[in-house]
């Protein structure tokens, strides 16, 4: 079973809607990163904190707006989206630590649907 | 990074048969790969890293053969199972500041296998 936790596994909005996405670790990781992946593609970088600070913003459009309450913790507030916003958004977290491969620990993703 | 394909390139083997799966990278100043596996409904998972200065890495029932004269990274599975069906993913990781590594996917190869 996955170590990070994904919620909600599925999620229907329209256009105007306001919503959140969440995840949670609890194995002492210090970055956690989020990825948007449509069907067939690579999972494409939006996001990274790092000691819960956002180090890393991929020129994501502000209609998806992070938030790390704490190291254990992260968020994905949703406002405005598109249809083309629909994908699975995948949660990881690492380690970073200087040595450290890199190994990204992925949640099961939540699979998001823009009317 | 690799250009992304309108469509997954597919290998599909016996069970039993030995898969090579490929992927070429673009950064020679990569210093990190990683191959994940992606199961249907599911986040990637590790499988293997290997790091540039290595040429082969073996694990169980996988070995990482990477070529830095021609930018080439393949995955071996031997004895391959329909478990092995999935979607492998080749990332290279571009170091980070603080230390760690943020890994960039290429466009994934669908393996399936059949019984």
């Known amino acids: 079973d996955t170590e990070v936790t994904q919620t909600p596994k599925h999620l229907v909005m329209g256009m105007t809607n306001k919503k959140s996405l969440k995840c949670e670790q609890h194995?002492?990781?210090?970055?956690m990163y989020w990825y948007k992946q449509k069907a067939k593609k690579p999972p494409e970088l939006m996001f990274v904190?790092?000691?819960?600070?956002?180090?890393i913003n991929e020129s994501v459009p502000s209609r998806f707006s992070p938030e790390c309450p704490n190291s254990s913790l992260l968020n994905l507030h949703l406002h405005a989206l598109q249809p083309e916003d629909s994908a699975l958004y995948l949660c990881?977290?690492?380690?970073?630590?200087?040595?450290?491969?890199?190994?990204?620990?992925f949640g099961e993703g939540s699979r998001l649907t823009v009317l | 990074g690799e250009s992304v394909g309108l469509h997954l390139p597919t290998l599909s083997v016996q069970e039993g048969d030995n898969s090579i799966i490929n992927c070429a990278y673009s950064?020679?100043?990569?210093?990190?790969f990683i191959w994940y596996k992606q199961e249907s409904g599911k986040g990637p998972q590790f499988i293997i890293d290997?790091?540039?200065?290595?040429d082969k890495r073996q694990g169980q029932r996988v070995t990482v053969l990477l070529n830095k004269t021609v930018k080439h990274l393949s995955l071996q599975i031997a004895a391959t199972q329909p478990g092995d069906s999935a979607v492998y993913f080749c990332?290279?990781?571009?170091?980070?500041?603080?230390?760690?590594?943020?890994?960039?996917f290429g466009r994934g190869t669908s393996l399936i296998v059949h019984p």
């Open positions: 990332a290279e990781n571009h170091h980070a500041s603080g230390g760690s590594y943020i890994p960039t």
């Open positions: 194995m002492g990781h210090r970055a």
């Open positions: 290997i790091r540039s200065n290595m």
């Open positions: 904190y790092s000691y819960e600070k956002l180090s």
């Open positions: 990881a977290s690492s380690l970073w630590t200087s040595g450290n491969t890199g190994e990204l620990f």
């Open positions: 950064n020679s100043a990569s210093d990190y």
